[in-house]
C-alpha cells in the first residue's frame, strides 16, 4: 500500500499538518470553554477568552476544509498513479500470462480495484492517524482533567474496542469476497460483449444474462456481508462512547453535587467526551477501509506480479526508405505452450533467405502459426534458437525487433476507432504519400472515397462497421505501411474474395522483391507461387521445396492439393 502512496507523500503530509492544526485547535477549545465558565462564574474579564475561541473556532472553519481538499486531491493522485502504473503493466504482458487471465477481471482491477485506494488514501491511512492521535490527546487532556472519569470513560472504550477487532477480521474476509466478486462480474461481461453476435446467433441470450445476474448477485451478496460488519463495527463504538458520555453525566454531577469537581470542568471534560465521538468513528472508519484495500491492494499486487516483457527502449527506430529483407533460421525448436501441455513443436529446422517469400503449410495444429508467435516472441521457445539475420532472436531489444516485422495476424483485429488511427496504429509518423500507396496496394483506396468521412469514418467496435476482407485489407495496409523488413501473412486472404485474392498475390510477389515474406495459408492457391514452402505435420518439418516438387514428391502436400482442385504444376 505504501508503495502506491509514496510518490503523493508530500501533499500527504501537507494534508496531514493541516489536519493537526485543525484537530489542535478544536482540543482546545474545551480548555477556553472551561476558562469562559469560570470567568462567567466569578465574574472575570472575558476580552481575552473570547477573542481565543474566535481565533480557535476559524482556524478550525478555514484550516479543516483545505485539509481536507489537500488530502482528497492527493488520493485522486494515488489512484490515477496506480492505474497508470498498471494499465502500463498489462500492456506489457507476456501473452501467455495474458491468455491464463479473464481480461474483464483485468479490467475491474484496474477500475474498481485501484478506486478503492482513494479511501485508503484517506481514510486508513492519515484518518486513522488523525483518529488514533486525537484519541490520546483527548484521553491525556481528559486524564489531566479528571483522572476518575477517565478511568471509567476508557474502560468502556476498551470493551468496545475488543467487540470492533473482532468484527473486523469478518470485514477484511468480506472485503476481498467483494473485490474478487467484482472481478466475476467483469469477467463474465466481457465474456458475454466480446461474442455478442455468436450469443445471439446460438439463442444465448438467457443463459449469458443468467451468468452475469449470477456473479452480480455473488457481489451483491459480499457487499452486504461487508457492509452488515462495517455497521455492527461502527454502531457498536458509537455506542460505547454513548454509554461513557451518560457515565460520566451521572458520575460527574454526583461529584459535582459533592463539591469534588467544579462545573465548567465537567462541561470541558463532556466536551471532550464528545470529542471522542469523530475520533472513535475516524479510527474505526480507517482500520475497516484498511481491511477493505487490503483485498484490493492484494488484487493489484497480484496483477503486477504477473510476468511483463523486457520493456526496452521506448520506441523502435523508424524503418528506413529502402529496408533490406532479413534472413531467418530455426534450429532445432521445440515449443509448448506450458508445463505438461503437449508439444507444439518437436525439432523444428529450417533457414530463409533474405527476399523472397516462403509458405508454411500443414494440417491444423501443425504449428505453423506458433511460428509467428515465436518470431514475435510472444512466447519464448522451449529449447533450440531462432536466428535473425544471423543474431539469436533473444538477444535483440523486442521493441527493435517488432519494429522490422509486419504482422497481419489470423483474425486481423481491427480497434476502436477511425479507418485512419487503425491504419497509423504502427506507424503514427507516416506521409500522406505513404498511407495513399499502401491504401491502393491494399485495394483500400476505392472504399475510402465510398465512405462519408473517408479515413476519419469510424470503424466500430472491433471493426464491426468492416466487412471481413475489408477488416483483412485494413490489417495488411497497417503491416506494410511500416515498411518491415519481414512480413508476416497468416490466413491473410480467409475472407478475400477471388478477385482480392488475386491482387493480394501480386502485391505479396511485389513486396517480396524487397522484403522476406512468410505466409500461413490452407488456400494452396495463395502459397503456390511461393519461392520455398515448408510443410509442417505433428510438430516437425515433413519437407521443403517448391509447388512443383512437393506436389512430385510429398504425399501429405499433394493430398492437399488434391481436396482443393489444383493441378500439378509441370
Known amino acids: 500500500m505504501l508503495d502506491h502512496i509514496r510518490p503523493s507523500w508530500p501533499a500527504l503530509a501537507l494534508g496531514g499538518l493541516l489536519s493537526l492544526v485543525t484537530t489542535a485547535a478544536g482540543l482546545a477549545i474545551p480548555l477556553v470553554a472551561e476558562r469562559l465558565i469560570d470567568g462567567l462564574t466569578h465574574d472575570r474579564p472575558l476580552g481575552g477568552v473570547l477573542f481565543a475561541m474566535g481565533v480557535l473556532v476559524a482556524v478550525t472553519a478555514l484550516a479543516g476544509p483545505v485539509a481536507q481538499y489537500v488530502l482528497r486531491r492527493a488520493a485522486e493522485t494515488v489512484v490515477l498513479t496506480a492505474r497508470r502504473r498498471l494499465s502500463s503493466h498489462l500492456l506489457r504482458l507476456r501473452i501467455g500470462e495474458f491468455d491464463r487471465t479473464e481480461p474483464g477481471d483485468l ?53 468496545a474496542g475488543w467487540v470492533v477487532r473482532t468484527v473486523m477480521v469478518r470485514v477484511n474476509e468480506a472485503g476481498t469476497a467483494a473485490q474478487e466478486s467484482v472481478g466475476l462480474v467483469g469477467a463474465a461481461l466481457e465474456r458475454a460483449l466480446g461474442a455478442l453476435r455468436t450469443v445471439k446467433a446460438s439463442g444465448a441470450e438467457d443463459r449469458a444474462e443468467a451468468a452475469v445476474h449470477e456473479a452480480a448477485e455473488s457481489s451483491w451478496r459480499a457487499g452486504v456481508r461487508a457492509a452488515k460488519w462495517l455497521a455492527l463495527a461502527g454502531n457498536t463504538a458509537e455506542l460505547a462512547v454513548q454509554t461513557a458520555f451518560f457515565t460520566v453525566l451521572a458520575i460527574g454531577g454526583s461529584r459535582v453535587a459533592s463539591g469534588a469537581l467544579d462545573v465548567g470542568r465537567l462541561i470541558a471534560f463532556l466536551m471532550y467526551v464528545f470529542y471522542l465521538v469523530p475520533a472513535v468513528q475516524q479510527l474505526v472508519g480507517g482500520v475497516s477501509q484498511y481491511h477493505l484495500g487490503t483485498a484490493a491492494v492484494n488484487r493489484i499486487r497480484e496483477t503486477e506480479a504477473l510476468r511483463a516483457e523486457p520493456t526496452g527502449r521506448s520506441a523502435g527506430p523508424e524503418p528506413a526508405d529502402s529496408p533490406v529483407p532479413a534472413s531467418l533460421e530455426f534450429r532445432d525448436v521445440h515449443f509448448r505452450y506450458g508445463p505438461g501441455l503437449p508439444p507444439v513443436h518437436r525439432g523444428v529446422s529450417f533457414s530463409v533467405p533474405s527476399r523472397g517469400t516462403t509458405a508454411f503449410v500443414g494440417p491444423s495444429g501443425a504449428g505453423k502459426t506458433t511460428l509467428f508467435s515465436l518470431l514475435e516472441r510472444f512466447h519464448e521457445v522451449s529449447a533450440g534458437s531462432i536466428l535473425l539475420d544471423g543474431r539469436r532472436l533473444d538477444s535483440w531489444d523486442l521493441r527493435e525487433l517488432r519494429s522490422l516485422i509486419g504482422y497481419v495476424e489470423q483474425d486481423a483485429p481491427v480497434v476502436s476507432g477511425s479507418l485512419r488511427e487503425n491504419l497509423l496504429l504502427g506507424r503514427p509518423g507516416a506521409s500522406g504519400p505513404e498511407l495513399d500507396r499502401v491504401l491502393r496496394t491494399a485495394r483500400l483506396d476505392e472504399l475510402v472515397a465510398r465512405l462519408p468521412e473517408g479515413l476519419d469514418t469510424p470503424v466500430g467496435h472491433r471493426g464491426t462497421r468492416l466487412s471481413g476482407g475489408q477488416r483483412q485489407r485494413v490489417a495488411i495496409a497497417r503491416a506494410l505501411l511500416r515498411r518491415p523488413r519481414l512480413l508476416l501473412l497468416d490466413e491473410a486472404t480467409s475472407q478475400l474474395d477471388a478477385v482480392n485474392e488475386a491482387a493480394l498475390r501480386d502485391t505479396v510477389a511485389d513486396v517480396s522483391r524487397t522484403t522476406t515474406v512468410l505466409i500461413v495459408a490452407h488456400r494452396l492457391s495463395t502459397v503456390a507461387m511461393a519461392d520455398r514452402i515448408v510443410v509442417l505435420d505433428g510438430g516437425v518439418v515433413r519437407a521443403v521445396g517448391t509447388h512443383a516438387e512437393l506436389l512430385a514428391g510429398d504425399p501429405l502436400y499433394a493430398g492437399l492439393a488434391a481436396t482443393q482442385f489444383l493441378e500439378p504444376t509441370p
Open 107 to 159: 479490467i475491474a482491477r484496474v477500475t474498481s480495484d485501484t478506486a478503492l485506494l482513494r479511501q485508503v488514501t484517506t481514510d486508513a491511512l492519515v484518518g486513522t492517524a488523525m483518529g488514533a492521535l486525537t484519541l490520546v490527546v483527548t484521553t491525556v487532556l481528559m486524564g489531566l482533567l479528571d483522572p476518575v472519569l477517565t478511568g471509567v470513560t476508557l474502560g468502556v472504550l476498551l470493551l
